[in-house]
């Protein structure tokens, strides 16, 4: 494996690690964030979609 390649999956494991490490409260947030950020790319392809209504609190 080169060194780039090992840089890179070290940094995509600890990313990892990091995600896991978080309060369910802001995976939420994240989750959530994700849900907007989506919800007009899949309403343009003439899909049904829900975004939970929480306040982010940002």
Excluded at 42 to 56: N, S
Aim: charged share 40%.
């Amino acid at each position: 494996m080169n060194k780039e390649l090992k840089t890179i999956l070290e940094a995509k494991e600890a990313r990892r690690r990091d995600l896991a490490a978080l309060p369910i409260e802001e995976k939420i947030r994240i989750l959530v964030r994700l849900q907007r950020m989506a919800a007009p790319i899949e309403r343009a392809k003439g899909r049904d979609v829900r975004v939970w209504e929480i306040p982010l609190g940002e």
